[in-house]
Every structure is written in structure tokens, then in C-alpha cells.
Nanobody, 120 residues
């Protein structure tokens, strides 16, 4: 129905940068809010950043000043630019999107996750 495909994860040294991308495709009528969450081993999934279709952003305290979320509505794609990465940013990062699918149903969808590892 709707697929979210993430890319851009990997291994980076402390202080480094990564840019995550997530493209939504499928039977999409409209994409509303999009966001990034992360889950570290043994911890609950937590919000990293979110953005509305109008561009209003919201960040968890852990990423303020270091992470920037943006989106390209024409491509149904959301990005997360992560700078000054720390070892505690290590987690699987998941993309989320609130979508109205063709036919009218509204639902939230998740990507498969992309691993981010910050280590020297």
C-alpha cells in the first residue's frame, strides 16, 4: 500500500555527520506529518524530530542544535541531517509518515529502519 524506504545510515566517528533520507511511495493521496524516531538496544523507541506538511518542525532535546529535519513534498521525502554526532546517538533510526491513501483511509506507516553507529 505505502512503503517508506530509508537510506543514509552507517558508521561514523564521533563529531561526524550523516544525512538520512526516507522516501514514501505507493498508493498515496496525501502525506501529512513525517518524522524520525530511533531505538537503541534495550531502550524504547523515541522521537528524534518531526515536520508537518507546512514545514513546522519539532525536535527532541537530544538533537536540538545538531539535527535538522527537512522535507521535499513533491518527492514525499523527508531528510534528517545529523551533525556533531555522539556515541549516544547510536540506534536504529526509523522513518514515520501519516498518510491518506488512495481510497480514503488515513494511517501511519513506518520504514524498515537504518542503523546509525557512532564510534571511534
Amino acid at each position: 500500500q505505502v512503503q517508506l524506504v530509508e537510506s543514509g545510515g552507517g558508521l561514523v566517528q564521533p563529531g561526524g555527520s550523516l544525512r538520512l533520507s526516507c522516501a514514501a511511495s505507493g498508493s498515496i493521496f496525501r502525506v501529512y506529518g513525517m518524522g524520525w524516531y530511533r531505538q537503541a538496544p534495550g531502550k524504547q523507541r523515541e522521537l528524534v524530530a518531526a515536520i508537518t506538511s507546512g514545514g513546522t518542525t519539532n525536535y527532541a532535546d537530544s538533537g536540538k542544535g545538531r539535527f535538522t529535519i527537512s522535507r521535499d513534498n513533491a518527492k514525499n521525502t523527508v531528510y534528517l541531517q545529523m551533525n556533531s554526532l555522539k556515541p549516544e546517538d547510536t540506534a536504529v533510526y526509523y522513518c514515520n509518515a501519516d498518510v491518506t491513501v488512495i481510497g480514503g483511509a488515513f494511517s501511519g506507516f513506518w520504514g524498515q529502519g537504518t542503523q546509525v553507529t557512532v564510534s571511534s
